[in-house]
């Protein structure tokens, strides 16, 4: 039988009930700087839930305080991230979803202002903080770059065990998916890239060793996140600089081979992020969905791949499903449009049987 948008996906012993993935969307909100999730990210992740999408994930979570991209991240660095995040978790769950959160660290990418302030890099009296990343050399900003600093290999196992004890306090917050963002430049990503990871030693160099970082992070979450519940992988799949030697496709499907090996359930295939001379494709509809298809075709392990990039209507998130090129439709922009997007989408395939709508809203549906 042919799946489609409504089909459940299982990986391991969770079951997501549709393939519709409200992909995690930083919200800068944590006004007063302590990563402690608000009421802002608890409407916007519930009402998502409450709009009938299979798996809600929240933001780039920071594993540590110098991990964020702005001062107003959200964090689970500290056992005081908990209970927000499990009110969070267990509301999600309660409406049917999957409750999801992506574990992160922004890297050389860290310490700026907010998208709707400038996003210019923050100096130490404005709350800014020193930026780490594979070597010295900082994100090439238009303006003075913060100082970043190389981490060394005792850091580097720093950062993978706060991205463990991370996975722990997620486990306690009760979420039932767990995602290692190695994607959009952001710290695994720029040990990845060859075009920012130039290091010397057993973390730089050739792929295996540029892979090393975020396999072993991977490892870290895997050993303490419940066997029954799956991990995903956040990846860009190109780097859209063609003409440096950088990140590509072919090394993206290398990778997710790997990271199934390591105990990666499903990998979420983006784009982009390592350097401002990106050359963008057009932002058109479905405009990266190519390349979840291309690492689901050219994947050997037994690995989901989820597409993301411009998906905007229940035909194309159905499509893209009913051929196999995914078995995830991840959707941003549109989920901030319209909250109850798996709602409509029901509606417009005739599968309004395949989805609950709340008593409450029953009057509208």
């Not at 057993?202 to 029954?228: C, K, N």
């Not at 590509?248 to 982009?272: C, K, N």
Request: with cysteine; proline share 8%.
């Amino acid at each position: 039988m042919t799946a489609d948008l409504f089909t459940p996906l299982s990986l391991r012993e969770t079951e997501v009930p549709n393939r519709v993935m409200v992909s995690p969307m930083c919200q800068y909100s944590c006004d007063a700087r302590d990563g402690v999730a608000t009421d802002w990210h608890f409407q916007h992740l519930a009402s998502r839930a409450v709009g009938g999408a299979g798996l809600v994930m929240a933001e780039a979570t920071a594993v540590e305080p110098r991990g964020r991209i702005s001062p107003e991240d959200l964090g689970i660095w500290s056992d005081d991230h908990v209970p927000p995040l499990a009110d969070i978790a267990a509301f999600v769950r309660e409406q049917g979803s999957v409750p999801a959160i992506q574990l992160a660290h922004a890297g050389r990418k860290a310490s700026t202002a907010r998208p709707w302030e400038g996003r210019d890099p923050l100096q130490s009296d404005e709350g800014g903080w020193t930026a780490v990343g594979p070597t010295d050399d900082p994100y090439p900003y238009d303006g003075d770059a913060p100082p970043t600093r190389a981490l060394s290999p005792a850091d580097i196992a720093d950062v993978t065990e706060a991205f463990a004890d991370a996975a722990r306090r997620a486990r306690e917050a009760g979420f039932e998916v767990a995602e290692v963002h190695a994607a959009h430049g952001y710290l695994l990503h720029e040990f990845l890239s060859p075009v920012t990871n130039t290091r010397d030693d057993e973390y730089g160099g050739d792929f295996e060793s540029r892979i090393r970082f975020p396999l072993e992070v991977v490892d870290a979450v895997r050993s303490v996140w419940p066997e029954d519940r799956p991990v995903f992988l956040r990846i860009s799949a190109t780097d859209w600089l063609p003409d440096r030697e950088s990140w590509t496709v072919a090394q993206s499907i290398r990778f997710a081979d790997r990271a199934a090996d390591h105990g990666v359930d499903l990998v979420d295939v983006s784009g982009g992020g390592i350097h401002p001379d990106q050359q963008l494709p057009d932002a058109g509809p479905g405009y990266q969905v190519d390349y979840g298809h291309r690492v689901t075709d050219g994947v050997e392990r037994d690995i989901a791949v989820g597409a993301v990039g411009g998906i905007t209507t229940p035909e194309q998130a159905d499509e893209l499903v009913r051929n196999g090129r995914a078995d995830l439709a991840v959707i941003g922009r549109e989920h901030l449009r319209d909250p109850y997007f798996t709602l409509h989408a029901a509606r417009k395939l005739g599968r309004e049987d395949a989805v609950d709508v709340p008593p409450q809203y029953h009057r509208a549906f």
